[in-house]
């Protein structure tokens, strides 16, 4: 089994379903709630190791009560926690989630412990870092830590995929050992892709802009576009992945679903290309469905979807 190390956030997601957004100042009812794990490191973990890739997590818990629910959540998908420590005296990080009929969401991320995964937790996880084939982390950890990260893989010559998401300012170096930079359309823009294109720009537009910034900002770039695919580039080329149409129910964590499936592809050692196929086909999956973690496929379905997808 590949060996993918993730670094990351774990949130419990507070989810209110509603018909339509409230307006500033506007109280509203919603007709369902869910109480559920998330935070990207979290979801992410869980979908990559649902892909089949043999998976550490690494993060921080507070000690209370929303710890229980993270750590029962670890448990019923069989996800390794022993990189899972807990911060005395700190809460859990929580998501204040609001889903609109559209599928569309809103997200208040209140970061709890996972303030306290520091440069320290880096360094303490050297030897499991070095020993990785890849390292995967997310813009909802302190700065610091992102670029201590990112050090501690270029020196360990271990690939590094970061998914800079929020899009945190970062150092140039940090996110030149990038191998993918995984970004959205609006987290591209804040990093210097495709600043002039709109979200519904061409495809091919937001292809040729990936590929303007491979071997200066990062070493490779993966750009989601949500319900059009993804497009991604490297020094070998570039390539859009179309994504199939379905129903959208909760776009929650889809992000993050093609993130861990993307992760888990290049530790087996699939190249670019296709590991973004298996992601956009993860992705499309888990809008299906309501929640996070739970929407997610397990690998027989994503391979079997993303075989059936092109490149572009």
């Known amino acids: 089994m590949s060996r993918l190390v993730v670094l990351g956030s774990v949130n419990v997601d507070a989810t209110s379903y ?44 507070g000690d209370d009560a929303a710890a229980e629910v993270a750590r029962a959540a670890f448990a019923r998908f069989g996800l390794p926690a022993e990189g ?29 412990a996972n303030a306290a995964v520091g440069p ?14 890849v390292v995967l982390t997310q813009g909802e950890l302190p700065v610091a830590t992102i670029e201590a990260l990112a050090r501690a893989c270029d020196d360990a010559a271990t690939r590094f995929v ?5 899009p945190v300012g970062v150092t140039a170096d940090a996110t030149s050992v990038a191998d993918p ?5 609006h987290e591209a823009r804040a990093v210097g892709i495709g600043r002039t294109l709109a979200d519904d720009a061409d495809v091919d537009a937001w ?7 491979v071997g200066d900002l990062a070493r490779s770039v993966v750009v989601t576009l949500g319900a059009r695919g993804a497009v991604a580039a490297d020094a070998d080329g570039a390539w859009a992945v179309a994504a199939p149409e379905v129903d959208a129910v909760d776009t929650t964590g889809a992000g993050d679903a093609a ?9 087996e050692g699939r190249a670019l290309p296709d590991a973004v196929r298996v992601a956009v086909a993860a992705g499309a999956i888990a809008v299906g469905s309501r929640g996070t973690v739970d929407s997610y496929a397990g690998r027989a379905d994503v391979l079997a979807l993303a075989d059936r997808l092109e490149l572009g």
Do not use: W
């Open 18 to 61: 509603v018909d339509a957004f409230p307006e500033p100042g506007e109280t509203i009812h919603s007709h369902d709630y869910r109480m559920s794990l998330g935070g990207k490191g979290a979801n992410q973990a869980i979908a990559a190791h649902l892909c089949g890739a043999d998976v550490a997590f690494v993060a921080r818990l």
């Open 84 to 112: 899972v420590a807990t911060v005395p005296g700190s809460p859990t990080g929580v998501a204040q989630i609001t889903v609109a009929a559209t599928g569309e969401n809103t997200i208040v991320v209140t970061a709890g």
């Open 120 to 133: 320290d937790v880096v360094a303490a996880e050297a030897e499991r870092i070095a020993a990785a084939d």
């Open 162 to 166: 970061l998914n800079l998401a929020p």
């Open 181 to 185: 930079l995984v970004v959205n359309v």
């Open 207 to 213: 292809r040729d802009a990936a590929a303007s910034v």
């Open 259 to 267: 993130t861990g499936a993307l992760a888990a592809m290049l530790a």
